[in-house]
T-cell receptor
């Protein structure tokens, strides 16, 4: 079964706006990762946050992790049309096994 | 240069046939994976190999058999294909030994359609 849920399922914004996606999970984790998937393509790793970290930045991406609430959020600032994709959170349990959420479909309109 | 490659990209076949998907990574990673993405975009791990040894084997029908001839290759063979096997199959790799994090690199996917 999936580890958790992502919210919202779909998000449509204008170029330049910020996009926030949330992810909840069920069990204790080693780390949490966010991936992007463009239509018809493979997944691309965006950012990893360890269980002892609360916030991490990478370019226009900001990820937070709240282990007490078992949730994470991904913020994309100043969005661009090229950010249009599906975004997945994935938790890492044992054996380097990624357990994915259901994903958020982001559409950035130019 | 392609980091993780899969062949074929598309595979259309009849129910009951046997087919294989090949995966190769040139990143020097020690661990490779197979994931299945269904029509609702849910991604689920199927298998993981570390240095040619099976370490993760999820609840997958035994019609699916992974084979790792060396640590750069992980192939997936599927016997007696069923309609429900239609999905996109992704290969991935990562370096596990000697690192404290485990980003995975994904191939472009193989879209399998069973008629």
């Amino acid at each position: 079964s999936q580890q958790g849920e992502e919210d919202p399922q779909a998000l449509s914004i204008q170029e330049g706006e910020n996009a926030t996606m949330n992810c909840s999970y069920k069990t204790s984790i080693n780390n949490l990762q966010w991936y992007r998937q463009n239509s018809g393509r493979g997944l691309v790793h965006l950012i990893l946050i360890r269980s002892n970290e609360r916030e991490k930045h990478s370019g226009r991406l900001r990820v937070t992790l709240d282990t007490s609430k078992k949730s994470s959020s991904l913020l994309i600032t100043a969005s661009r049309a090229a950010d249009t994709a599906s975004y997945f959170c994935a938790t890492v349990l044992y054996g380097n096994k990624l357990v994915f959420g259901a994903g958020t479909i982001l559409r950035v309109k130019s | 240069d392609t980091a993780v490659s899969q062949t074929p990209k598309y595979l259309v076949t009849q129910m009951g046939n046997d087919k294989s998907i090949k995966c190769e990574q040139n990143l020097g990673h020690d661990t490779m994976y197979w994931y299945k993405q269904d029509s609702k975009k849910f991604l689920k791990i199927m298998f993981s190999y570390n240095n040619k040894e099976l370490i993760i084997n999820e609840t997958v029908p035994n019609r699916f058999s992974p084979k790792s001839p060396d640590k750069a290759h992980l192939n997936l063979h599927i016997n007696s294909l069923e309609l429900g096997d239609s999905a996109v199959y992704f290969c991935a790799s990562s370096q596990v030994a000697g690192v404290t994090y485990n980003e995975q690199f994904f191939g472009p996917g193989t879209r399998l359609t069973v008629l």
